[in-house]
């Protein structure tokens, strides 16, 4: 099976680069990184040393409904280029993170969600994949939960 790891959207991330509110109706907070693993979510690469980069609310999903979570993200201030494809992004450098399968209406399927060593992030998210209930899988900070991206079918 093929898998694609997909960004946030390339006209979510210009519409937030250009000013615009958060998924609670804030600007978001302009930082400068300090070149610590500052993670893009719509490069899905670092944001490098003295750049300016966005903290905001972040939600992942097209519904609103209970499982639709909404938590913070960052994001280059910059126009930066979308990221993602078939290969497991390189800001991904966490020792684990937990992936968690959803249905096509956005719903957690439950039992899907584990903590998965970095290295092991296809194999998981390949085995989620091939069950005809999960629609695509979230990545997400093992630690903080942060929605980091989405993993579908290729």
Request: hydrophobic share 35%; net charge negative; with cysteine.
């Amino acid at each position: 099976m093929t898998i694609t790891f997909i960004p946030m959207s390339t006209a979510t991330a210009r519409t937030l680069q250009a000013g615009g509110p958060d998924a609670y109706g804030h600007a978001p907070e302009r930082c400068i990184s300090d070149g610590d693993g500052i993670p893009c979510r719509h490069c899905l690469d670092f944001v490098p040393e003295g750049e300016p980069y966005l903290v905001l609310a972040h939600r992942p999903f097209d519904g609103l409904h209970p499982y639709t979570e909404t938590g913070p993200i960052f994001l280059c201030a910059k126009s930066c280029e979308a990221g993602g494809g078939e290969r497991l992004p390189a800001f991904l450098d966490s020792p684990s993170y937990i992936l968690r399968g959803y249905d096509a209406g956005e719903r957690i399927l439950y039992g899907t969600g584990a903590v998965t060593p970095t290295d092991g992030i296809t194999r998981r998210a390949e085995d989620l994949l091939a069950r005809e209930d999960v629609a695509f899988v979230h990545i997400r900070s093992a630690s903080n939960n942060c929605f980091h991206c989405r993993i579908e079918r290729g």
